[in-house]
């Protein structure tokens, strides 16, 4: 079956610093991913659709100057989360578009800390 | 916009014994998928199970089922023999079937919490 993975899976950073994620598709190509946010005991909060090769396309209120994301390659996409401030910590999850479905594939999840 | 409801924030269950998880969605559109996805305490979001808006049938996956009402717009996830692995949080969730956009985006339910009773 399709996998898609994070890296990295849990992460601690400092107010004020950036932060990169990675979502790769392990054994096939995904032209459409997707990143979502997700506050304990609360639903997947899509954030952004990503096409490889073009813009990501945000969600009305979700800041694309902090939450910079790029689909440089058909198994490769990152979120930045820039400047990250303690209201920024949550998990975060990718998934990755497939098959005869147009199923969603979705990654481990990355837990983010900001102290 | 389709919304997606899930009435049940929890639900309990014991093992070995039949539940079902409700769902109502809401869409004027007449082909789609609904799914019902499982997240464990790992948070790794697994699917259940799949059903097309133009197939009759409920679709059926082992020990999982639905009952999908297309136009009362209802779609539940019945588990049978359940057993301690099933103890997650559900999401059912919608998708048109086809996507002007070409995003192909899910809308999820809040979920539904479910607990196994040994």
């Known amino acids: 079956g399709a996998v898609v993975s994070q890296h990295p899976s849990w992460v601690i950073c400092k107010s004020g610093t950036s932060v990169k994620i990675e979502c790769r598709s392990l054994?096939?190509?995904?032209?459409?991913m997707f990143w979502y946010r997700q506050f304990p005991k609360q639903s997947l909060m899509l954030m952004a659709t990503?096409?490889?090769?073009?813009?990501?396309?945000?969600e009305q209120g979700v800041e694309k100057d902090k939450f910079l994301i790029n689909h440089a390659s058909l198994t490769l996409s990152t979120l930045t989360v820039t400047s990250a401030h303690p209201e920024d910590s949550s998990f975060y999850i990718c998934?990755?578009?497939?098959?005869?479905?147009?199923?969603?594939?979705f990654g481990p999840g990355t837990r983010l800390t900001v102290l | 916009a389709q919304t997606v409801t899930q009435s049940q924030p929890e639900m309990s269950v014991q093992e070995a014994e039949t539940v079902t998880l409700s769902c109502t969605y809401d869409?004027?559109?007449?082909?789609?998928?609904l799914f019902w996805y499982k997240q464990p305490p790992s948070r790794q979001m697994i699917l259940v199970i799949r059903?097309?808006?133009?197939?009759?049938q409920n679709a059926t996956e082992n020990r999982f089922s639905v009952n999908f009402q297309k136009a009362a717009k209802s779609f539940s996830l019945k588990i049978s023999d359940s057993q301690l692995g099933d103890a997650a949080m559900y999401f059912c969730?919608?998708?048109?079937?086809?996507?002007?956009?070409?995003?192909?985006?899910?809308?999820f339910g809040k979920g539904t919490k479910l607990s196994v009773i040994p």
């Open positions: 998934s990755a578009r497939e098959g005869p479905y147009n199923e969603q594939f």
């Open positions: 869409t004027s559109e007449s082909d789609y998928y």
């Open positions: 059903q097309e808006a133009y197939k009759q």
């Open positions: 054994d096939f190509q995904a032209t459409t």
């Open positions: 990503s096409n490889e090769g073009s813009k990501a396309t945000y």
């Open positions: 969730a919608y998708r048109d079937l086809y996507s002007g956009a070409g995003s192909y985006q899910l809308t």
